[in-house]
């Protein structure tokens, strides 16, 4: 992979233990994991229509270098890029362990998170 293609900074945060509020819920929270210098290869808006709403959504693809760290990437953590928060459906190793292929979506505030 081209160094000089990688010009986008991602955050990808994992789940850290559960706590909970007064009334004994559990409240997620996500702790940093790693950075990477990425390359953002794709990107597919779409939008959709479910329970009567208009769900818009956006699905990227990037690529980062590989290593150990970011073999160990999983579709359980987020991805942060550009301060939008994207749930990882797709992780894949490109060649060798030449690089990580990831693919991310995000839902707009607006829409359905389903």
């Given at each position: ?108 505030e607006e829409g359905l998170n389903t």
């Amino acid at each position: 992979m081209r160094l000089g293609k990688l010009n986008k900074r991602i955050v990808i945060r994992r789940a850290s233990a559960a706590t909970r509020n007064a009334m004994n819920e559990p409240i997620e929270s996500w702790a940093e994991f790693a950075r990477f210098m990425a390359e953002q290869i794709d990107q597919r808006p779409t939008e959709s229509w479910k329970a009567g709403q208009t769900a818009a959504q956006v699905e990227r693809v990037w690529r980062i270098r590989w290593s150990d760290r970011a073999a160990s990437i999983t579709p359980s953590d987020r991805l942060n890029c550009d301060g939008r928060e994207f749930q990882i459906i797709g992780v894949t190793e490109i060649g060798r362990r030449i690089g990580i292929q990831i693919v991310g979506i995000a839902y707009s505030e607006e829409g359905l998170n389903t």
